[in-house]
């Protein structure tokens, strides 16, 4: 067992590593600081979305803006769209479950919001369609997929897709590109 440990420790280290080498990927995480500097400084929310594993991390990275990253500072707007069962459970129940993301998104977001979404295969519906409202609605769209960003790739402004198609590595990239997001934007905006 303590191989198979060694193994998958190697491959989360090489996915890094792709990582480290992709100056495209890296280019576009800096814009996506610039994107949300900007909508910060005008006031802007973000809003977070995914399913399962990237759910828990959409809410995470939520709750890095409204606490703290490094810095004491102010409490930034920011929001896991998920976080609220009752809402959840009624429109999957009444709607549909593809549908728990766009329809708060065009009830509650607003031009020069951003929408960050969470999906290992960039092809879950329910945040193709919250992408696709939130297009209709003005609102920035940064996408958090694997190697091919999925359906996702059409309908994403920013797209930080991972260069892998393995879940687990994927998600740990996910929370890593998410954590330097939160670092840098906190450091821009709070000097």
């Given at each position: 067992?303590?191989?198979?440990f060694k193994e998958l420790?190697?491959?989360?280290?090489?996915?890094?590593?792709?990582?480290?080498?992709?100056?495209?990927?890296?280019?576009?995480?800096?814009?996506?600081?610039?994107?949300?500097?900007?909508?910060?400084?005008?006031?802007?929310?973000?809003?977070?979305?995914?399913?399962?594993?990237?759910?828990?991390?959409?809410?995470?990275?939520?709750?890095?803006?409204?606490?703290?990253?490094?810095?004491?500072?102010?409490?930034?707007?920011?929001?896991?769209?998920?976080?609220n069962t009752s809402y959840?459970?009624?429109?999957?129940?009444?709607?549909?479950?593809?549908?728990?993301?766009?329809?708060?998104?065009?009830?509650?977001?607003?031009?020069?919001?951003?929408?960050?979404?969470?999906?290992?295969?960039?092809?879950?519906?329910?945040?193709?369609?919250?992408?696709?409202?939130?297009?209709?609605?003005?609102?920035?769209?940064?996408?958090?997929?694997?190697?091919?960003?999925?359906?996702?790739?059409?309908?994403?402004?920013?797209?930080?897709?991972?260069?892998?198609?393995?879940?687990?590595?994927?998600?740990?990239?996910?929370?890593?590109?998410?954590?330097?997001?939160?670092?840098?934007?906190?450091?821009?905006?709070?000097?």
């Open positions: 067992m303590k191989e198979q420790i190697a491959a989360s280290i090489a996915v890094k590593t792709a990582l480290l080498s992709n100056e495209e990927l890296l280019d576009t995480l800096e814009k996506v600081v610039d994107v949300i500097v900007t909508a910060y400084q005008a006031e802007k929310r973000l809003f977070f979305c995914g399913n399962g594993g990237s759910a828990a991390d959409a809410q995470h990275l939520a709750a890095e803006f409204t606490g703290r990253f490094y810095k004491d500072r102010l409490s930034l707007p920011a929001e896991a769209l998920h976080c959840l459970t009624a429109v999957g129940n009444d709607y549909s479950f593809d549908d728990i993301y766009a329809r708060m998104i065009k009830g509650t977001a607003r031009i020069g919001d951003v929408l960050i979404g969470f999906s290992t295969s960039g092809n879950s519906t329910n945040i193709v369609k919250a992408f696709e409202a939130a297009k209709e609605k003005g609102v920035v769209t940064i996408g958090f997929t694997g190697a091919s960003g999925g359906a996702m790739k059409k309908v994403t402004d920013y797209l930080l897709n991972v260069p892998s198609a393995d879940t687990p590595r994927i998600q740990e990239c996910h929370i890593l590109l998410g954590h330097l997001m939160c670092q840098f934007v906190e450091e821009r905006f709070f000097g």
